[in-house]
Each structure stands twice: as structure tokens, then as C-alpha cells.
């Protein structure tokens, strides 16, 4: 499964044409990355409800005005989790404390690959039902979907059948993990997650403290 390594350079605050040698390292380490750790995934098709202004899924409440925008049009959702697992995780914690820039290399790297993972299973999903049109992909921390919702999400995907877990604090482990909502629609569906506004590093991001953003 390839991986976006100008996107990679870019999670590291690269802007323009990296040097050679930072590109070589990258070439180098990503194939070394994509060689060594398999991304896995699932995903499962699960009903939508709209009542009363009250969106659930399954029958679990989806707060907040965001995903009833995103989903508005939606009557099921496929929920996706991915993750590269523990292997990278302690790959990573070694490479840490031996060469620090060639961890934030992998780091970016594997944010990367866990996001081409992601595309990997859109693709399988858009493909499974070719009559449907899919939603932008979204994760709790969008606009005012709460990560509070991690723990169901993870509950309702079996996440534990792939390693996945999230920690007191929210976080999901391993750390290079994602879960998101796809929402189907039986008519074409507007791209809505364009610009930072929507973003929750909005208040954090390096890119936009250095006058740019993560836009490819």
C-alpha cells in the first residue's frame, strides 16, 4: 500500500521542494516502513436514525450539529476503524532513543500510511456499494463531534479484534489509529470538510502558525 511522502514532509512543516537528501531518507524509510508493518482495518454498515432532531447511529446518540450536517442526507454509515498497530508503535519508541529526526521522520510517515490505510478502505467501501454516494471521511474532533464518542465508536467496531483500544484520556492506541464515519447517500454529497475551521488542531496547528496549511 503506497503512502503520500511529499504529505509525510509536509506533516513535518516541510514547504516546497525538499532537499534531496531529506527526500532520499524519506524514499528510504518509507519503503522500509510499507515492507515492515501491514496497516489493518475493518469497517462495519450500521443504521442511521433521524427523529426529532436526533441523530443516532445504531442507536447511539451522534452529538452535535456537524455530523447531522455531514450525515443529513444518510440512512446508513459505515463505520471505519485503522490501525498500524503496536509493532509500530515500539518501532518508533527504539528509533526515538537512538536518532530523534529519524523518528519524526517515521512519525510523519506513519500518519501518513495510517491515512493512505484509510483511503485503501473508502475505496473498498465506494466499491461494495456502487449505487451509493459517500460522504466526506470524518472522525470525532470534527467541527463539534466529541472525541467523548471514541469509547462507543470503538465499542460498536469490535475494535479490540484488531488491537485497538482508547486510553482514559482519549486517546487512541496505538497511537497511529483512526476511527471514522462514512455516511451513503442515495444523491451526490457536497465535499464539507474544506478548511481549518473544521479542523481540532485548529488552535495548534504548525502549519498555520507558519502562514500556511495542510491542503495538498
Known sequence: MPLNIREALRYLGVTGEPDDALLQQAQQLSAELTSRIIPHYSWRMLPLEHSGGQLTLAGRPLPGHSAARMLDDCHQCALLICTLGAAFDLWLRQ??????????????LGSAYVEAACDSATEEIAARFPDMYLTDRFSPGYGDLPLTLQPALLELAGARRIGLTCTPSLLLAPQKSVTALIGLAEQPQMARIRG???CRMNNTCTFRKAGTTCAI
Open 95 to 108: 528509533m526515538q532513543a537512538r536518532d530523534m529526526v529519524r523518528a519524526a521522520l517515521l512519525d510523519a
Open 196 to 198: 481549518c475551521q473544521h
